[in-house]
């Protein structure tokens, strides 16, 4: 899977080049980069649920959720791009209709399939449904690195599925060994 065809990064850089320090979207969040190439990175935010029951959103599509876990799983925001958008960051990676790998057991799916599984309590037990993404234009992710915008680690199952979602950027910055509670107020991200 490549970038969807109506793909928008994400509005920047503003006149400001420390602009994401500053973005609401991503102040003490996580967010998974799923893929990265030379047309830009493409992510999804792993630790902002929202107040929208799965249940609810399915049903807007006419997937009737028989799994009564399923129906208040909580959607995520996954990123102020096309919020209109689905997409599925599950584990183990499956075979479904439209799936980026993003690694060996890990993937993020874009296609009906997946949610219809899920509705039946046939789809993966460990999964992140989202609505939106995070995008970023040629050069711009490795710009907002130089600049120490973010903090990087290694992606953890335990951090994406396990841990509740307003502890994983406490628990992404402990990887590295620091504890956000001690950083100033214009910290990076996890």
Not at 12 to 28: E, I, M, T
Not at 79 to 94: A, C, I, M, T
Not at 151 to 177: C, M, N, Y
């Amino acid at each position: 899977m490549d970038f969807p065809d109506d793909y928008e990064p994400a509005h920047r850089p503003a006149p400001d080049r420390h602009a994401s320090l500053k973005d609401p979207n991503f102040a003490q969040s996580v967010t998974l980069i799923c893929e990265h190439n030379p047309q830009g990175a493409l992510g999804i935010v792993i630790s902002r649920p929202m107040d929208i029951p799965l249940g609810e959103l399915l049903e807007h599509i006419d997937i009737y959720p028989t799994a009564a876990e399923v129906k208040e799983e909580l959607v995520y925001a996954g990123g102020p791009v096309q919020v209109d958008r689905g997409f599925v960051l599950h584990q183990p990676l499956g075979r479904w209709e439209s799936t980026l790998t993003v690694d060996e057991d890990l993937g993020l799916t874009t296609s009906r399939d997946i949610l219809t599984a899920v509705a039946s309590g046939r789809g993966p037990e460990k999964r992140i449904v989202a609505l939106g993404y995070a995008g970023w234009s040629p050069g711009q992710l490795e710009e907002e690195l130089a600049d120490n915008a973010w903090l990087t680690v290694p992606s953890d199952a335990e951090i994406l599925f396990a841990i509740p979602p307003q502890e994983r950027w406490q628990a992404a910055a402990k990887k590295l060994g620091i504890d956000l509670n001690l950083l100033a107020g214009e910290a990076g991200h996890a």
